[in-house]
């Protein structure tokens, strides 16, 4: 990315540019496309996502990908990372072990292709552990429209792409193409390809706007595991919340812990300049490991100021509380029939319901350090010197009653969680819907 001569600019618009650039990378052309009063350089549509495997023998893909504007959309820039976030073992930030070669379009109205240019190349190389931002291509999409973004990836090694539990969506006309050896580039022709179970999403997708994106940051149940993709490009109780009206990036890992986080956070971290809240959805990988309460609220507290530095001034942090982990005889019919998986509980005051009652308090601190619950003397949630702005309660919108530590039940089998642990496609859903007035959280 060349570097941008801030003297060129008017005043308020070095400033910007100067105060963006400190927190994430911008587009070359970026002051060709001057910020308006209330706007700011940021993510602008749904359907981002991390990357989280590195393949074994392919060594090329050719994806097509679908989206929705969130707001109207005058230009847009993609940012496409050669690291990936490990979901098989660590968990760990790691780079590729060595250089991709990436080309991109942007597709609006359907069939109609918009090159996206790295470096002023058409195909441009991303070094192992680096990233790519494209410069702004001019391209006018409604409100609400959906649109596409074509990627293609090649490598003498290997490619990193998204493997979880859903992948592309057909009905949505998404397709993949991969190989060990080498894939038509389709990123400016009509895709041949199917709906594959993995993809290459981009990280971001970045214009002006005035919006409240938003990056999601959770373990398994923000990633959507239980969840069915579908025609809404939302998976995960977290995005299907957000996604009807603010842009996101879903960072989300299967398995990941506040403690692993602390250890790995840096590329991750980086992305948040592009948003403007943070919704934090870990800690049930925690409680399940055997932490200790102290533990888990000293990582949280932590977590939330680091984010805080890479989020604008006026950026909020939003922590979940987290969601049951039991057993059933009945296949999850009933609730007498659930029984707490080990290290959680069914009496009302285990480690996942204390920090629960915690951040239902407010997460009261005392100076940085977490003060007991009711605390009347202690900073709270909300308040200038606290760094969490609010909490959303996921919790109570699928626990059969509050603390109780066993799923919701009609006498359906598997009606709420496929496996005590993980919310069902429906329970994504319904938690979803319950929980549309805590938008408000993010505005």
Same mark, same amino acid.
């Given at each position: 990315?060349?570097?941008l001569?801030?003297s060129?600019?008017g005043?308020?618009?070095?400033?910007?540019l100067?105060q963006?650039?400190?927190?994430?990378?911008?587009p070359? $052309?970026?002051?060709?496309f001057?910020?308006a009063?209330g706007?700011f350089?940021?993510?602008i549509a !749904? /359907?981002?996502?991390i990357? /989280?495997?590195?393949?074994?023998? $392919?060594k090329?893909? %050719?994806a097509?990908n679908?989206h929705r504007?969130?707001g109207?959309?005058?230009?847009?820039a993609?940012?496409?990372?050669n690291?990936?976030? *490990?979901r098989s073992a660590?968990?760990?930030?790691?780079?590729?072990n060595?250089g991709?070669v990436c080309?991109? =379009?942007? *597709?609006?109205?359907?069939?109609v292709?918009?090159?996206?240019?790295?470096?002023l190349a058409v195909r *441009?190389?991303i070094a192992?552990?680096?990233?790519?931002?494209s410069?702004?291509?001019?391209?006018?999409i409604?409100?609400n429209?959906?649109f596409?973004t074509?990627?293609w990836?090649?490598?003498?090694?290997?490619i990193?792409?998204?493997?979880a539990?859903?992948?592309q969506?057909a009905t /949505?006309?998404?397709?993949?193409t991969?190989?060990t050896t080498d894939?038509?580039?389709?990123t400016?022709?009509?895709?041949?390809?199917t709906?594959?179970?993995y993809?290459v999403w981009?990280?971001?997708?970045i214009g002006r !706007?005035?919006q409240k994106?938003?990056?999601?940051?959770?373990?398994?149940?923000?990633?959507g595991?239980?969840d069915v993709?579908? !025609?809404?490009?939302?998976?995960?109780?977290?995005?299907?919340l &957000?996604?009807? !009206?603010?842009p996101?990036i879903?960072?989300?890992?299967?398995?990941?812990r &506040? *403690?692993?986080?602390?250890?790995s #956070?840096?590329k991750?971290f980086a992305v948040l300049?592009y948003?403007?809240s943070?919704?934090?959805g &870990?800690?049930?990988n925690?409680v399940?490991?055997?932490r200790?309460?102290p533990?888990?609220?000293t990582?949280? +507290?932590a977590?939330?100021?680091?984010?805080?530095?890479?989020?604008?001034p006026d950026?909020?942090?939003?922590?979940?509380?987290?969601?049951?982990s039991?057993?059933?005889t009945d296949?999850f019919?009933?609730i007498?029939?659930?029984?707490?998986?080990?290290?959680? =509980?069914? %009496?009302?005051?285990?480690?996942r319901?204390?920090l629960n009652?915690w951040?239902?308090?407010?997460a009261?601190?005392q100076?940085s350090v977490p003060?007991?619950?009711?605390t009347?003397?202690?900073?709270r949630?909300?308040t200038?010197?606290h760094?969490? #702005?609010?909490v &959303?309660?996921?919790?109570?919108a699928?626990e059969?009653?509050? /603390?109780?530590g066993?799923?919701?039940?009609?006498?359906?089998?598997?009606?709420?969680? +496929?496996?005590?642990? #993980?919310p069902?496609?429906?329970?994504?859903?319904e938690?979803?819907?319950?929980?549309t007035?805590?938008?408000l959280?993010?505005?």
């Amino acid at each position: 990315m060349s570097t941008l001569d801030l003297s060129q600019y008017g005043a308020d618009q070095a400033a910007i540019l100067a105060q963006l650039t400190r927190r994430c990378p911008l587009p070359a $052309n970026a002051p060709d496309f001057p910020l308006a009063p209330g706007q700011f350089y940021g993510q602008i549509a !749904t /359907n981002c996502r991390i990357f /989280n495997s590195k393949a074994g023998a $392919n060594k090329a893909i %050719s994806a097509r990908n679908h989206h929705r504007a969130r707001g109207p959309i005058s230009e847009l820039a993609m940012v496409l990372p050669n690291w990936y976030v *490990e979901r098989s073992a660590s968990k760990f930030e790691y780079p590729n072990n060595a250089g991709v070669v990436c080309a991109a =379009s942007v *597709e609006y109205p359907a069939g109609v292709f918009h090159r996206f240019q790295f470096n002023l190349a058409v195909r *441009e190389l991303i070094a192992g552990g680096d990233y790519l931002v494209s410069a702004f291509v001019p391209v006018d999409i409604p409100d609400n429209a959906e649109f596409w973004t074509n990627i293609w990836l090649s490598a003498a090694s290997t490619i990193l792409f998204f493997n979880a539990a859903t992948g592309q969506v057909a009905t /949505n006309g998404e397709r993949g193409t991969v190989s060990t050896t080498d894939v038509t580039d389709y990123t400016m022709a009509t895709h041949t390809g199917t709906a594959q179970s993995y993809g290459v999403w981009p990280l971001a997708l970045i214009g002006r !706007t005035a919006q409240k994106p938003v990056a999601i940051l959770s373990d398994s149940i923000g990633e959507g595991v239980g969840d069915v993709a579908d !025609t809404t490009d939302h998976v995960g109780m977290l995005a299907r919340l &957000l996604g009807p !009206t603010l842009p996101y990036i879903n960072l989300s890992q299967s398995g990941d812990r &506040l *403690e692993l986080l602390r250890q790995s #956070h840096s590329k991750r971290f980086a992305v948040l300049g592009y948003a403007r809240s943070l919704v934090l959805g &870990l800690g049930v990988n925690d409680v399940g490991a055997g932490r200790t309460l102290p533990a888990i609220q000293t990582d949280m +507290i932590a977590l939330w100021a680091q984010a805080k530095q890479h989020l604008p001034p006026d950026g909020r942090i939003i922590q979940t509380t987290l969601t049951p982990s039991c057993t059933s005889t009945d296949s999850f019919a009933t609730i007498a029939n659930q029984t707490a998986a080990p290290n959680f =509980s069914t %009496s009302g005051d285990g480690t996942r319901e204390q920090l629960n009652d915690w951040l239902r308090d407010g997460a009261p601190l005392q100076g940085s350090v977490p003060a007991l619950t009711g605390t009347q003397t202690a900073i709270r949630a909300g308040t200038a010197s606290h760094p969490l #702005h609010g909490v &959303l309660d996921m919790a109570d919108a699928v626990e059969s009653a509050r /603390n109780s530590g066993r799923w919701r039940v009609d006498g359906s089998a598997f009606k709420w969680t +496929i496996d005590g642990l #993980h919310p069902s496609s429906f329970a994504h859903k319904e938690a979803a819907s319950q929980k549309t007035s805590d938008l408000l959280l993010f505005q």
